[in-house]
């Protein structure tokens, strides 16, 4: 498939998910108890919930953009600013924390130039931290989007991350 036609397939997707939205914004702004329905939406329809929409739904709702506001910063499953082109997760369980995860994680911090829940400036990558990924013997374990990377030291995350920037740079 070109790239011309899959970027056309991924704008036809994006409008119907908006489109969804809209819909739900229609069906569900007088029901009580639909902000945070309406916020899931919001976010599967533009990955975040952009302030534009935060105003929208506070007319549409008729509850202040200050508290949709204060719901959306309660609740960690809510982002206002959209993620980036690679999800890093680090796992900081039990296994992993015992495994040095903490000094993964300021690799991380330091390689990207951004901490915990946080975008780098080039929208490429989003740093999050987890609970626990599952793959308990191979702590300490990072995932960037859907690949596993495990028993890691400073070092091999280094090398983790230099091929994995490198391996973006070919693919642009």
């Not at 007319?59 to 200050?66: G, K, S, Y």
């Not at 600013?81 to 980036?84: A, D, V």
């Not at 997760?89 to 040095?100: D, L, P, Q, S, W």
């Given at each position: 498939m070109?790239?011309?036609v899959?970027?056309?397939?991924?704008?036809?997707?994006?409008k119907?998910?908006?489109l969804?939205?809209k819909i739900d914004l229609i069906k569900k702004r007088k029901?009580?108890?639909s902000?945070?329905?309406?916020?899931?939406?919001a976010?599967?329809s533009?990955?975040?919930?952009?302030e534009?929409?935060?105003?929208?739904?506070s007319?549409?709702?008729?509850?202040?953009?200050?508290d949709i506001?204060?719901?959306i910063?309660?609740?960690s499953?809510f982002?206002l600013?959209?993620?980036?082109e690679?999800i890093i997760?680090?796992?900081?369980?039990?296994?992993?924390?015992?495994?040095?995860a903490?000094?993964i994680?300021?690799?991380?911090k330091?390689?990207l130039g951004?901490?915990v829940?946080e975008?780098s400036?080039?929208?490429?990558?989003?740093?999050?931290?987890?609970?626990?990924?599952?793959?308990?013997?191979?702590?300490?374990?990072?995932?960037?989007n859907?690949e596993?990377?495990?028993?890691?030291?400073?070092?091999?995350?280094?090398k983790?991350l230099?091929?994995f920037?490198?391996?973006?740079?070919?693919?642009?």
């Open positions: 070109s790239e011309m899959i970027e056309e397939v991924k704008s036809t997707d994006r119907k998910e908006i969804n939205f029901m009580s108890g902000l945070i329905p309406l916020l899931q939406s976010q599967d533009y990955g975040y919930i952009p534009k929409i935060i105003y929208y739904i007319e549409l709702v008729d509850i202040p953009a200050a506001y204060g719901v910063t309660f609740y499953q982002r600013q959209p993620l980036g690679n997760r680090i796992c900081e369980g039990t296994a992993c924390h015992v495994n040095g903490k000094g994680l300021s690799v991380l330091n390689q951004v901490g829940d975008t400036k080039d929208g490429k990558y989003s740093l999050q931290s987890v609970a626990c990924i599952g793959c308990c013997s191979l702590a300490p374990v990072i995932t960037i859907d596993t990377f495990g028993n890691l030291t400073p070092d091999s995350l280094r983790v230099k091929k920037t490198n391996v973006e740079k070919e693919q642009v």
